[in-house]
């Protein structure tokens, strides 16, 4: 199954860099920003984490909250937080059952040899828990701007 643009967001309850566990009901009344990622400490994941970093208080401001999201341990999570000063929670997907109901995760291939991993890919939800857009193939530098630019346009 294929999520679209309308579609309730499936619920899902984790484990964050924050030491608490964060469910999307939770976050009812607020925009989500839920980015799926291959890997802590990766080139591309750094630099995605970090412009999301340097733009959440703007994205704040629109009611926005950012979850950085991939099967990584919650150790791999907690020191790449760290690392980076990210202000926001980054969850841990290890089962990767939510990777899998969202379509992040499936088939990749590198170099002609295929595996398994997280697709790079944005899900922005709305106040009530529906998909307001799909991002399936983020480019990590300005995605966050871009994101920011839908938001304050509508």
């Not at 929670?89 to 088939?107: Q, R």
Request: glycine share 8%.
């Amino acid at each position: 199954m294929t999520l679209k643009v309308g579609d309730k967001a499936p619920e899902f309850s984790l484990p964050s860099s924050t030491g608490e566990t964060i469910s999307l009901n939770e976050q009812a009344g607020k925009k989500v920003i839920l980015y799926f990622y291959p890997k802590d400490d990766t080139p591309g994941c750094t630099k995605e984490a970090c412009d999301f970093r340097d733009s959440n208080q703007d994205l704040k401001k629109t009611g926005a909250v950012v979850l950085g999201i991939n099967v990584d341990k919650l150790k791999s999570h907690n020191k790449f937080a760290k690392k980076l000063n990210l202000n926001f929670p980054l969850l841990s997907d290890e089962d990767k059952k939510v990777s899998t109901a969202y379509g992040a995760w499936g088939e990749k291939s590198m170099y002609g040899r295929a595996y398994m991993g997280i697709y790079r890919m944005t899900f922005l939800i709305d106040e009530h828990g529906k998909i307001q857009e799909i991002w399936p193939n983020v480019k990590p530098e300005g995605h966050a701007q871009e994101i920011l630019t839908l938001l304050r346009t509508g």
